[in-house]
Structure formats: structure tokens, C-alpha cells
């Protein structure tokens, strides 16, 4: 039995992303190792709730359309409570604790994707508006 887990980590990650894109002076320190003075694993917590909150806000917005601040503030109460959920279960895992800079690096990624849903949900609203006047 092979252990799929060990085959890739962090340090793999990091490795692969220094080689594509360690050349920005700003972007990569080769001494520390740190993205934009962060290890990746905090990073890796900005893109899984940047995901994580295009779903949830879409998901919020298409349910209580066309009530923009219902639905933003539905997507940001459900990620807050998953970020705090990914914190607290640290505590049961040995080795592991609740992290503040990975519950910012969550809200980095979720409110960026709660806020650009919403901005493309109200232009389009918008639009639709506009274009029902002008035709009526």
C-alpha cells in the first residue's frame, strides 16, 4: 500500500511555484521562502475560501435574487461560520491549533469573492433594469 498523501505537500507546492514564478523580485523570497512575506499554507487558506465563497455568495444571490444585501450578508454569515468550523477542528488534532492569520487569510479570500459576485450580480440587475425601462 502506497501513502498518496506524502507525495505531495507544501514544500513540493512551494517548490513548484518558486520555479514558475520566483523570478518577481516582490513576489517570492528565495532566503525565507515566504510568498508576499507569507508561508504558502496561509496563501492555500485565501484560495480555498476564494473558492469556497463564489459558490456560497452565487448560491446566496440565485436563492434571494434580486435582494443584493440579503444575500451578501447570507454568503458572509455561512464563510464565517466555515472558517471558524476549520479553526476549531485544529484543536482535536494533535499538533495542530487555532490560527487568527489563517481565519484573515479566509476572509481575504471569501469577502473577495462575496464582493466581486455581488458587483457582477448588480451590474447585471442593473442592466436588466435598464434595459426593461427602455423597453417598455
Not at 13 to 25: E, I, K, S, T, Y
Not at 78 to 96: E, I, N, T, Y
Request: glycine residues 10%; negative net charge; contains cysteine.
Amino acid at each position: 500500500d502506497r501513502d498518496w498523501s506524502s507525495d505531495v505537500c507544501s514544500s513540493d507546492l512551494n517548490d513548484l511555484l518558486a520555479g514558475l514564478f520566483g523570478w518577481v523580485p516582490f513576489l517570492y523570497d528565495p532566503e525565507t521562502g515566504l510568498w508576499l512575506g507569507m508561508d504558502i499554507r496561509h496563501w492555500a487558506h485565501t484560495a480555498e475560501f476564494l473558492v469556497l465563497g463564489v459558490f456560497v455568495a452565487m448560491s446566496s444571490y440565485l436563492a434571494l435574487r434580486p435582494r443584493l444585501l440579503s444575500a451578501g450578508g447570507i454568503a458572509l454569515l455561512v464563510c464565517v461560520a466555515c472558517s471558524l468550523f476549520d479553526q476549531c477542528h485544529k484543536l482535536f488534532v494533535p499538533g495542530r491549533h487555532f490560527d487568527g492569520l489563517d481565519l484573515a487569510m479566509d476572509a481575504l479570500g471569501y469577502g473577495i469573492a462575496i464582493l466581486a459576485v455581488l458587483l457582477c450580480a448588480g451590474l447585471m440587475l442593473a442592466r436588466c433594469r435598464k434595459r426593461n425601462a427602455n423597453g417598455a
